[in-house]
């Protein structure tokens, strides 16, 4: 009688818990960095290959995914895309509320310091509106190149429509095609233990954290205002809206997509992983097939927060005089206007020259907070990805199970 064979190493990874796999990791990536710097810059390169692996799957994905669900979409099926839209709207309305509270009752100031940042800002509220609606009809090869998710998603919706009307065999076809997709993606997760240890290396080596010294008070209020948001304010969103225990729900989406968002801190290559989560937690797939890339675009509660703060810091080491409903609409005109920038790590604090243009800040000074921003973006933009992407499955997750729309 022959005894079973012990399964391998190989299948034991892929079988393993993996969020103890990537603690794991983050764990190492700490020791090599002080260990040898030297060793963990090189170690970069697994970080920066999980990070390409993620966006550049993550826009086939998503368009094959959406295309898929809408032309498999029968007319009694239900979807609940419209009250995860106003959780995104209420999250971010309160995000920005939060976010001025805090920049009162804790004002900071910043050091304005010269910079070199070369990333250039909208420059007014016409001219985001007019690229989001230009994004909308962009050639839709170059949206998938590009990693454009409102175009993605314009025309995957489009074809999914058209498609609707097509045999059965050509959505079988187109679903099976969005399984095979899936099964690479869930590949590519597998792997996030030696991209988040090949980035938490880099980060430690290149950075270590004597720059974050100056800046720990403003640090402190961007980090607390996004706890509160996270650990307070979303549960209770969460509570109205499935009327049960939110924080199970809440730690399971920071725990799992929290993590990784903030290491690879581009809410578009967190999409794999949000995608993944929701199929776990058994939602509707039809809702989060286009809700979880949508919130990678417009959902800016992160976003917001940091936006918010740094601007109203800059406002008050110039002593302009602003009263606190002024600041609530005008932070929140500027994390609107912000929707697509989540995609691009750091691309929040791109916005903040149109934040600081609607309090009369001058660009060349506005460019001065980005680079404070910039100095602060190994935790603020980590931080701000894991709030939002986290967010994205959190607010979809609710909407499915809200029992005032089952």
């Known amino acids: 009688m022959s005894l079973p064979k012990k399964p391998s190493l190989l299948r034991m990874y892929m079988n393993g818990n993996i969020v103890l796999q990537i603690v794991v990791g983050i ?21 920066t290959l999980f990070v390409k692996a993620l966006k550049s799957i993550a826009p086939l994905l998503v368009f094959v995914l959406v295309m898929a669900s809408i032309a498999n979409h029968k007319k009694s099926q239900q979807t609940y895309i419209k009250p995860v839209l106003f959780l995104y709207m ?17 004002p900071s100031t910043l050091n304005l310091l010269t910079s070199n940042v070369k990333q250039v800002a909208p420059e007014g509220i016409s001219e985001v509106l007019t690229t989001l609606v230009f994004n909308m009809v962009d050639n839709p090869v170059n949206a998938l190149v590009q990693g454009n998710y409102i175009g993605i998603l314009t025309w995957a919706a489009a074809i999914g429509f058209g498609l609707g009307k097509g045999s059965e065999t050509t959505k079988n076809v187109l679903q099976n095609l969005a399984d095979s997709v899936t099964s690479v993606v869930n590949i590519i997760i597998r792997l996030a233990p030696f991209g988040i240890f090949g980035l938490v290396a880099n980060t430690l080596a290149s950075t270590g954290v004597e720059a974050l010294v100056d800046y720990s008070h403003l640090l402190l209020v961007l980090i607390s205002a996004m706890l509160f948001i996270a650990l307070v304010t979303n549960p209770l969103l969460v509570f109205l809206a499935t009327r049960s225990n939110p924080y199970p729900l809440v730690f399971t989406c920071l725990k799992e997509s929290g993590i990784t968002a903030f290491f690879t801190r581009s809410s578009a290559a967190n999409i794999p992983v949000n995608m993944a989560l929701c ?9 989060y097939s286009v809700s979880i890339p949508l919130g990678a675009t417009i959902n800016m509660g992160g976003a917001a927060i940091t936006i918010t703060v740094l601007t109203l810091a800059a406002v008050n080491t110039l002593n302009i005089p602003v009263d606190f409903v002024t600041a609530v609409v005008l932070s929140l005109v500027a994390a609107v206007s912000a929707c697509g920038s989540s995609g691009v790590a750091g691309g929040s604090l791109l916005l903040i020259p149109l934040a600081c243009s609607l309090f009369n800040i001058p660009n060349d000074i506005a460019m001065q907070v980005v680079a404070t921003g910039f100095i602060l973006g190994v935790i603020q933009d980590s931080a701000e990805t894991a ?3 986290s967010t994205d499955v959190l607010f979809t997750a609710a909407a499915c199970k809200s029992p005032s729309i089952d």
């Open 90 to 106: 209420a999250g971010t309305l309160i995000a920005s509320v939060t976010a001025v509270v805090f920049s009162f009752m804790f």
């Open 27 to 47: 764990v190492l990536g700490a020791v090599l960095a002080f260990i040898s710097p030297e060793l963990a810059s090189k170690a970069s390169v697994l970080g």
């Open 387 to 389: 709030l939002n992407s």
């Open 279 to 287: 199929e776990r937690l058994k939602l509707n797939e039809d809702t």
